[in-house]
Structures are given as C-alpha cells and as structure tokens.
Nanobody, 113 residues
Framework: VQVVESGGGLVQPGGSLRLSCAAS????????MSWYRQAPGKERERVGF????????NYADSVKGRFTISRDNAKNTVYLQMTGLKPEDTAVYSC???????WGQGTQVTVSS
C-alpha cells in the first residue's frame, strides 16, 4: 500500500510543471486524494483535494486559478498541473490519502530563475 510522487524539478517563474502520484495496494477509485506542500520553515499547506470520481475539486486560495488537480482511476494516478509558477510555490509536494493516513515521500519543486 503506497503512493509515489514524481515530476518535480526546477522551473523558472511563470513556468509549468505536472506532478503525478501513483497509487498501489488499495482501491484508488474509492478514495479522496489530496495534494499538500511544505516549504522550508513553513507549515504544511493543503493545496487541494479531489473526490473519488473526479467530479469535485477544491483548492487553496493561494493556488486557485493556477493549479489543477485531476485523476485517472484507470491508471490509479492523481495529477497536479501547476501553471504560472511563482518562487513562493517552492516546496516539497506530497500526495495524501486522508482516510488511510497514507503519505508519499514527496517531490521537490523549485521555482527560480
């Protein structure tokens, strides 16, 4: 039972990046999936979450209009599409399965010129 993030990296301000979170070992399509981030010296922040069928998504105000969460239940994967990236988006991004208390190891996103 695990979730594994990928897709992080270094991107210039204004750029885009897509993160993936691949799940295994549980019935992915039955669970809400969340994305979180934590910047150095700051508290962890929930970026957003998506319902099991992908019909409802909620976002933090800090990313609304720039980030999009989606999921592909056939691939057991949830995505975080990030556009208009800012230096303050620099953080370790992790996916989470709230009802299972399951966390990935995280992937680093650095926004810098």
């Amino acid at each position: 039972v695990q979730v594994v993030e990928s897709g992080g990296g270094l991107v210039q301000p204004g750029g885009s990046l897509r993160l993936s979170c691949a799940a295994s070992g549980f019935t992915f399509s039955s669970y809400v999936m969340s994305w979180y981030r934590q910047a150095p010296g700051k508290e962890r922040e929930r970026v957003g979450f998506i319902n099991p069928v992908g019909s409802s998504v909620n976002y933090a105000d800090s990313v609304k209009g720039r980030f999009t969460i989606s999921r592909d239940n056939a691939k057991n994967t949830v995505y975080l599409q990030m556009t208009g990236l800012k230096p303050e988006d620099t953080a370790v991004y992790s996916c989470n399965v709230p009802l299972r208390g399951l966390w990935g190891q995280g992937t680093q996103v650095t926004v810098s010129s």
